[in-house]
């Protein structure tokens, strides 16, 4: 006869397998707090002697009050952004325009009634447009990060014009890849990102998926700050981003413009040979050719600006307020010549490829350091022979904690020049004869490819480069009465002559 199993001995072997699995599973747990990523979260405490503070959608952004910018002041309005929130709903027949991007226009070092923004508004106003102006930079953004503000906070001030101006940190080297970052925030929200085996266990899996593994969630514990420097934004996503923004402003009624930025190194003309940051200014003007609608070089307007180059930046690379001031007019006038705002520039409703942009330069990692890095805020015990805590007036924004010590957080940093190795290109120049101003040049691949265009107020001479192994390509002049007259230039040719009758 069988003799049946006690319960007892059952429910033994249910307890006793439960307790084997709890200790392994406290045993991987253990052993995964050693190499588990951290998620990257704000470690500064906020105060007014710093311009940023956490944010849990973007990374970092600023809080409401006054703050230290540098030497001067700077005030942050209710909606987390650099002065006074607009008036909404927008007054009826009034245009606003937002200007994004980073520290250069957000007014790193200069007074609030002194930004781009402010200067912009002004000239505009005198030349009798009723519109005003949110500045909606902040230091250290890229592409990636003002997306999220844009849909945050930019669309709800009701603008008709979107001005971007992010390249500088997009372009920059460092150890992240925004995108990364951003996902990586979306995890501290699971109730299981508590378990160092559940990050450990995600980063696994998404390199098994092609991911970047650990850098999903971005940090490991023992490591040192990453040896591997790569865009903060690769050069295809800044392109797709700046045409996502095109059409993002074309859905909520805005038109949109691009303004490429300065440094004392391009003004002074310090880098014949090209630059690592290159292919950027080449995508952001192929973004905008392609949407037909405005890139304001910052570069030019410094030049043409008879102050003293030093005069007019506060750094190596943010403009002061004679180089705002700079910029705005050329910003004024290369709207008005582009019939703005009764010519909305809304862009196209086509979307920009970007799969044959590359990124053909050498960036060089340079000193770039846990210190000077915007992410150096996001992770604790950062060790690369410069702690975070060490404070770098060239660099940074410095502020004290209430322990004392001193903290860095994003802000002022020197984009990597890099090196190029391929074809820098060649110059078109030439002359426009007749014609009703304002006259655009545009420039275009024998295929058709756009390559670059610009605008003149009356007729006279041009210059626009051509980056690549290009030998010849069609210029096209088309002045405001819709006249339209085609040429040939080929590399190493005479100056152009284009007429109208």
């Given at each position: 006869?069988l003799?049946?199993r006690?319960a007892?001995?059952?429910q033994?072997?249910v307890?006793?397998?439960?307790?084997?699995?709890?200790a392994?599973?406290?045993?991987l747990e253990?052993?995964?707090?050693v190499?588990?990523?951290e998620?990257p979260?704000?470690?500064?405490?906020?105060n007014?002697?710093?311009?940023?503070?956490?944010?849990?959608?973007r990374?970092?952004?600023?809080?409401?009050g006054?703050?230290?910018?540098?030497t001067?002041?700077?005030?942050?309005?209710?909606?987390?952004l650099?002065?006074?929130a607009p008036?909404?709903?927008?007054?009826?027949?009034?245009?606003r325009i937002i200007v994004?991007g980073?520290?250069s226009?957000f007014?790193?070092?200069?007074?609030?009634?002194?930004?781009?923004a402010?200067?912009?508004?002004a000239?505009?106003?005198?030349r009798?447009?009723?519109a005003?102006?949110?500045?909606?930079?902040?230091?250290g953004y890229?592409?990636?990060?003002?997306?999220?503000l844009l849909?945050e906070?930019g669309w709800g001030?009701e603008?008709t014009l979107l001005i971007?101006g992010?390249?500088w940190s997009d372009n920059?080297?460092d150890?992240?890849?925004?995108?990364?970052l951003?996902?990586?925030?979306?995890l501290?929200h699971?109730?299981l990102a508590v378990s160092a085996?559940f990050?450990l266990?995600?980063a696994?899996?998404?390199?098994a998926r092609g991911?970047?593994?650990p850098?999903l969630?971005?940090w490991?514990?023992d490591?040192?700050?990453p040896?591997?420097?790569?865009?903060?934004?690769?050069?295809?996503?800044y392109?797709n981003n700046?045409d996502?923004?095109v059409?993002?402003?074309?859905?909520?009624?805005?038109?949109m413009?691009?303004?490429?930025?300065a440094n004392?190194g391009?003004v002074n003309g310090?880098?014949?040979h090209g630059?690592?940051w290159?292919p950027?200014?080449?995508a952001?003007k192929a973004?905008?050719?392609?949407?037909h609608?405005p890139?304001?070089s910052a570069?030019?307007?410094?030049?043409a600006?008879?102050?003293?180059?030093g005069?007019k930046?506060?750094?190596?690379?943010h403009p002061?307020?004679l180089?705002?001031?700079?910029?705005a007019r050329?910003v004024?006038d290369?709207?008005i010549?582009a019939g703005w705002p009764?010519n909305?520039l809304s862009g196209?409703d086509e979307?920009?490829?970007?799969?044959?942009?590359v990124d053909d330069?050498?960036v060089r990692?340079?000193?770039?350091s846990a210190?000077?890095?915007?992410?150096?805020?996001?992770?604790?015990?950062?060790?690369?022979?410069s702690a975070?805590?060490?404070?770098?007036?060239?660099?940074?924004e410095?502020?004290?904690?209430?322990g004392?010590?001193?903290?860095t957080?994003p802000?002022?940093t020197?984009p990597?020049?890099g090196?190029r190795?391929?074809?820098h290109?060649?110059?078109?120049?030439?002359?426009?004869?007749?014609?009703?101003g304002?006259?655009?040049?545009?420039?275009s691949?024998?295929?058709?490819r756009p390559?670059?265009?610009?605008n003149i107020?009356?007729?006279g001479a041009?210059k626009?480069?051509v980056?690549g192994?290009?030998e010849?390509?069609?210029?096209?002049?088309t002045d405001?009465?819709?006249?339209?007259e085609?040429?040939?230039?080929?590399?190493?040719?005479a100056?152009?002559?284009?007429?109208?009758p």
């Open positions: 006869m003799r049946r006690p007892r001995t059952n033994f072997r307890v006793a397998s439960t307790g084997v699995l709890v392994a599973l406290a045993l253990g052993a995964a707090t190499l588990a990523p998620l979260v704000w470690r500064a405490p906020d007014s002697a710093v311009v940023m503070t956490g944010s849990e959608t990374l970092w952004g600023m809080t409401e006054v703050r230290k910018n540098g001067v002041t700077c005030s942050i309005g209710p909606l987390g650099r002065g006074a008036v909404v709903p927008r007054p009826p027949g009034r245009q994004v980073d520290s226009f007014g790193h070092g200069i007074p609030d009634d002194q930004t781009l402010v200067q912009l508004q000239d505009l106003q005198r009798g447009i009723d005003d102006v949110v500045n909606g930079a902040i230091p890229s592409t990636e990060q003002t997306k999220i849909d906070v001030t603008p971007s992010n390249l920059n080297a150890g992240f890849r925004d995108a990364d951003l996902k990586s925030t979306a501290r699971n109730p085996f990050r266990s995600v696994w899996i998404d390199r991911g970047t593994g850098r969630v971005t490991t514990k490591s040192v700050w040896e591997a420097k790569e865009r903060r934004v690769p050069l295809q996503d392109a700046l996502f923004m059409h993002a402003a074309r859905e909520h009624g805005a038109g413009a691009f303004i490429s930025p004392q391009l310090e880098f014949p630059a690592g290159d950027y200014f080449a952001q973004v905008a050719a392609f949407h609608v890139v304001i570069v030019d307007a410094m030049v600006d008879p102050a003293a180059v005069d930046f506060v750094d190596q690379m002061s307020s180089g705002a001031g700079a910029i050329a004024a290369s709207l010549a009764q909305p196209s979307h920009f490829d970007a799969s044959g942009l330069a050498e990692p340079g000193g770039q210190k000077y890095s915007p992410q150096a805020q996001l992770f604790p015990d950062v060790v690369d022979g975070a805590n060490s404070e770098d007036p060239d660099h940074t410095p502020g004290e904690n209430p004392g010590a001193v903290t957080v802000g002022p020197p990597n020049q090196t190795t391929t074809d290109g060649w110059d078109v120049t030439g002359s426009v004869s007749g014609g009703t304002p006259i655009k040049v545009e420039v691949a024998p295929d058709g390559l670059g265009f610009t107020l009356v007729p041009f626009m480069h980056r192994a290009e010849e390509v069609r210029v096209t002049v405001a009465a819709g006249r339209t085609t040429v040939v230039s080929v590399r190493g040719g100056v152009l002559t284009v007429g109208f």
